[in-house]
């Protein structure tokens, strides 16, 4: 049993005015597939749960002024059917159909999803790859926060107490952009937590050079990366199977210049080339 008084605000500004008063004994609950397990757990013991999951200020997907908008409280089954995210960021919905289970993906957000900061975050790869911003509001006013900046560490987030997610800011796909994965490994097909995930899209000339990529890399460093020196060793490039080889070569030499060579190294090193060759193999076909 929690001893925990349970609030739920009718809208932004009754969010943002309790938070004033009451910041840092509160937790902000948007599905809590993640708070709930963690209060479970006892590693998380606050006197307030702010419950913003049903607040219509952060439950919209929408195109505005050429940038793509997602709420923090829409759920990872929305980002799944949206037509607009299919179209603009289809990375994301691939990602948001291997995310855990129905039942988890009907009421997980993508604001908790990245706000928990947990290394193996599905929907973070493909957030990357499209320069995603967190707006951010308080009762002192808003900011943007870089998904990359958003995690200080493993479950380590950077927002303060009084802050919370409002939306998500991303670049839509670029036109020319013609091939688009997201990928990832775990211990088992279903309900899944990646062990590594990786995120791309790419755009081809009809001489199959890349003239575009954008590539992430999720659960294999205490951070999920851009990884630029694969988009830089590929752009231009007419891409064969002899240099996706040494460009997952070039991957796991990166992932292993963050995390160091501990013993797990045996297996990630061969695991992340073989999954990055697996994700870029159409390219060469």
């Known amino acids: 049993m929690f001893n925990v008084d349970y609030q739920r605000p009718q809208n932004l500004p009754e969010a943002l005015a309790f938070l004033s008063e009451n910041a840092p004994d509160t937790t902000i609950l948007a599905g809590g597939t993640d708070v709930m397990v963690d209060m479970r757990a006892g ?20 195109i505005d002024d ?4 997602i709420g923090a409280a829409v759920t990872i089954t929305e980002i799944g059917k949206s037509e607009t995210i299919q179209r603009h960021a289809p990375a994301l ?21 990245v706000a928990h900061c947990s290394p193996c975050g599905d929907t973070i790869p493909p957030l ?24 200080g560490g ?27 994965d997201f990928q990832k490994i775990g211990r088992r ?13 790419i755009a081809r000339e009809n001489d199959r050079s890349i003239s575009f990529i954008r590539f992430a890399l999720g659960s294999c460093t205490p951070t999920p990366h851009r990884f630029r020196d694969i988009e830089n060793y590929l752009s231009g490039k007419i891409p064969d199977e002899a240099m996706l080889r040494q460009a997952g070569q070039i ?35």
């Open 66 to 69: 050429g940038t793509l908008s």
């Open 251 to 285: 991957l796991a030499e990166g992932m292993l210049e963050i995390t160091g060579r501990r013993p797990s190294a045996i297996y990630k090193e061969p695991a992340i080339q073989g999954l990055f060759i697996k994700m870029m193999y159409p390219l060469i076909k």
């Open 43 to 62: 590693e998380l013991n606050p006197r307030y749960l702010l419950d913003v999951g049903r607040l219509a200020e952060l439950r919209q997907i929408e």
């Open 93 to 113: 919905r691939i990602a948001a159909d291997k995310f855990a289970s129905r039942q988890v993906r009907n009421i997980a957000t993508i604001g908790g999803n």
């Open 189 to 201: 097909q279903e309900l899944a937590i990646a062990r590594m995930s990786m995120a791309t899209m």
């Open 154 to 180: 493993p479950y380590h987030c950077t927002l303060r107490p009084n802050e919370l997610i409002t939306h998500f800011i991303l670049k839509p796909k670029p036109e020319a952009v013609n091939f688009v």
């Open 128 to 151: 990357l790859i499209h320069d995603s911003v967190a707006a951010v509001v308080s009762p002192a006013g808003q900011r943007k926060v870089s998904i990359e900046e958003m995690a």
